[in-house]
């Protein structure tokens, strides 16, 4: 999810979509406990109509560098193992 945000901010569905096969109480769970931890901010626009936002802060930007690492490591380690 913290990948997806990186292109920018997105809405609730919009995560819902990109996220394949997550359920709108698994991504609202995800979603608050990211906000917890610091990584990502809700911004609530009041409109009309009210729209949700949600986007990485500083720290959740600072963290994709890792992830990228991560991720480029499993593809070169794991997907030979399935």
Same mark, same amino acid.
């Given at each position: 999810? #913290?990948? /997806? %945000?990186?292109?920018? &901010?997105?809405?609730?569905?919009?995560?819902?979509?990109a *996220? @394949?096969?997550?359920?709108?109480? *698994? %991504?609202? =769970?995800?979603?608050?406990? #990211?906000? =917890?931890a610091? #990584? *990502?901010?809700?911004?609530? =626009?009041?409109? &009309? &109509?009210?729209? *949700?936002?949600?986007?990485? /802060?500083?720290?959740?930007?600072? #963290?994709? &560098?890792?992830? @990228?690492?991560? /991720?480029?490591?499993? @593809? @070169?380690? %794991?997907?030979?193992?399935?």
């Amino acid at each position: 999810m #913290l990948g /997806t %945000l990186s292109g920018g &901010p997105a809405g609730f569905r919009a995560l819902g979509r990109a *996220v @394949e096969g997550i359920s709108d109480s *698994v %991504l609202s =769970d995800r979603l608050s406990a #990211l906000c =917890d931890a610091g #990584l *990502v901010s809700r911004n609530v =626009d009041a409109g &009309p &109509p009210i729209s *949700v936002a949600y986007e990485l /802060t500083d720290a959740g930007r600072a #963290l994709l &560098p890792a992830l @990228e690492q991560i /991720t480029r490591w499993s @593809e @070169e380690h %794991l997907s030979s193992a399935a």
